[in-house]
């Protein structure tokens, strides 16, 4: 059973402050590890993904993995205003035919920034 | 303008009624996915297909059909046989190179309500 788990938050954070979203998943197959936002009642926009063990930063966003304790997160630094939203992690991996499947997502973490 | 259009935005069915959500892509892109979203919850996979005129079930297919009879085109029909099926209805594709870090982009939405 695939599954990916998430603080549902809310988590708040200051403006400037850094803003960390945590995630793990249980399947150790899992291959590459996305990270969308979704504002309410829109679809969920892509922040960037990863799958490789370490850091991956693009502009304000940084996303770590740890593949042994099988967490992604990711770091918002510089929060603003707009980055409040709903974060969701997913997770893909290989289904037994060789060919990429769907995305597993957790629930996600809603992200307060306070001005 | 490249991208992936869902129509209608908003839709509302009787009981015992059929109902078809539409998803379009010219990205060129050959694999196509649904997703459902309930308030608050995370997204399940209904459906996808990675090639023309094949598809899988998702995790929760029961009471769903579709089908892929052109590269741009994924449908999705919500029968009478889904219990509960007023929610969220995201339809995504992507390159399927056979690569897990395929990356998935999201249609704006379908948002189906049960009379």
């Known amino acids: 059973q695939k599954e990916v788990e998430q603080n549902s938050g809310p988590l708040s954070v200051p403006e400037g402050a850094i803003a960390s979203l945590n995630c793990t998943y249980s399947?150790?197959?899992?291959?590459?590890f996305f990270w969308y936002r979704q504002y309410s009642g829109k679809s969920p926009e892509l922040i960037m993904f990863?799958?490789?063990?370490g850091d991956k930063e693009d502009g304000r966003f940084t996303a770590q993995l740890n593949k042994a304790s099988q967490y992604v997160s990711l770091l918002i630094r510089d929060s603003q205003p707009s980055d409040s939203a709903t974060y969701l992690c997913?997770?893909?991996?290989?289904?037994?035919?060789?060919?990429?499947?769907?995305?597993?997502f957790g629930k996600g973490t809603h992200l307060i920034i306070q001005p | 303008d490249g991208g992936i259009t869902q129509s209608p935005k908003y839709l509302f069915r009787k009981e015992g009624q059929n109902v078809t959500l539409s998803c379009e892509q010219n990205?060129?892109?050959?694999?196509m996915y649904w997703y459902r979203q309930d308030p608050g919850q995370g997204l399940r996979l209904i459906y996808y297909?990675?090639?023309?005129?094949?598809?899988q079930k998702g995790d929760i297919a029961e009471g769903y059909s579709v089908s892929r009879e052109k590269k741009e085109s994924f449908p999705l029909t919500v029968t009478s046989a889904q219990k509960n099926p007023t929610a969220f209805y995201l339809c995504?594709?992507?390159?399927?190179?056979?690569?897990?870090?395929?990356?998935?982009?999201f249609g704006p939405g379908t948002r189906l309500t049960v009379l």
């Open positions: 990205l060129n892109h050959d694999a």
């Open positions: 399947d150790r197959g899992s291959q590459s």
């Open positions: 990863i799958y490789s063990n």
């Open positions: 297909s990675q090639i023309v005129n094949d598809f």
């Open positions: 997913a997770v893909n991996m290989f289904s037994s035919g060789g060919g990429a499947d769907g995305l597993t």
């Open positions: 995504a594709s992507s390159k399927f190179s056979g690569g897990s870090t395929d990356t998935q982009y």
